[in-house]
């Protein structure tokens, strides 16, 4: 899937795009039928929030489900990433389902990614992105990401080591930092229903707040950054910080459907 100009022009200026419906209720039905199974999976890789067993979010889900191994192929979220990063040999770098789970979800403290990918996996630079595929509606209630547009343009920010807040540790921005990007850039929290995607820079500053609503806010995550760009720290294990540089070999575009066609079940 080609972006426009004026898209890619807007993602430019302002850090993010947002493109609402992009996938069919038919194939987001395919989609939300693994996730139920995926979060009660009892493995390392799906990470609880702090304190209960609510799940915060797992990871590497394309290598141990074939669904999702087809989402992390899907041309309609690669090509983006392709065209934005100016590369057709892409990697996973992290690939993810936040649940933000009703109720239970917690909160992302305000971070840049590229942050923590240069502190803790030593990527050269910010030449990777985020591609966010809504599984559930994200609306003003559940928690959805918050964007302070066009704070990817002040490169990447001082930041601390957060360990402590949530599950995950994060390296995340101070308040006063906080407070003078939003004077200046205010924040944005794209909501829409399943099938939506929000694509967003490296460097792009973003948080998201506590889910207390009966509305679980389930999103898939592909991080996707260039081979040429790849990381050199091995710190965190490959389930968090991909370690396989192999080029991302898409799929056609009805990869989902197909599946669903072939009568395959998850197990398969
Ligand atoms: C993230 O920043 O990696 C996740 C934020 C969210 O899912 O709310
Ligand atoms: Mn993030």
């Known amino acids: 899937m080609k972006l426009t100009q004026d898209q890619v022009k807007r993602f430019e200026e302002e850090g993010y795009l947002f493109l609402p419906n992009l996938f069919s209720g038919q ?12 979060l009660a999976t009892k493995r390392e890789e799906v990470v609880r929030e702090k304190g209960t067993e609510a799940p915060r979010s797992a990871f590497y889900v394309q ?37 933000k789970a009703a109720f239970d979800g917690a909160v992302w403290q305000w971070h840049q990614d590229y942050a ?16 966010a595929l809504f599984l559930a509606e994200a ?20 930041a601390g080591h957060d360990v402590t807040t949530t599950s995950y540790p994060l390296w995340t921005i101070d308040h006063d930092t906080i407070t003078r990007l939003v004077k200046e850039g205010g924040i944005v929290a794209p909501k ?38 790849a990381i050199r720290r091995f710190k965190r294990p490959t389930w968090i ?28």
């Open 63 to 99: 290598t141990w489900n074939p669904v999702y191994e087809r989402l992390a192929r899907h041309p309609r979220l690669v090509e983006p990433g392709v065209q934005l990063l100016g590369s057709d040999k892409l990697y996973m770098h992290q690939f993810k389902i936040n649940a």
């Open 116 to 131: 923590t990918w240069h502190a803790d996996d030593d990527m050269p630079s910010p030449r990777a992105m985020n591609i």
């Open 139 to 158: 609306n003003e209630f559940n928690g959805p990401l918050m964007f302070i547009p066009k704070s990817h343009r002040k490169g990447r920010l001082a």
């Open 27 to 38: 194939e987001m039905d395919i989609l939300n039928a693994e996730v139920p199974g995926i």
């Open 192 to 229: 829409g229903g399943p099938g939506s995607v929000l694509l967003f820079h490296g460097n792009l500053v973003h948080a998201s707040g506590s889910n207390i609503t009966p509305w679980s806010r389930w999103i898939v995550y592909l991080s996707l950054n260039r081979c040429d760009n």
């Open 241 to 268: 910080a991909n370690r396989d540089f192999t080029p991302i070999d898409m799929l056609p575009d009805d990869c989902l459907l197909r599946y669903k066609r072939q009568g395959k079940s998850a197990a398969e």
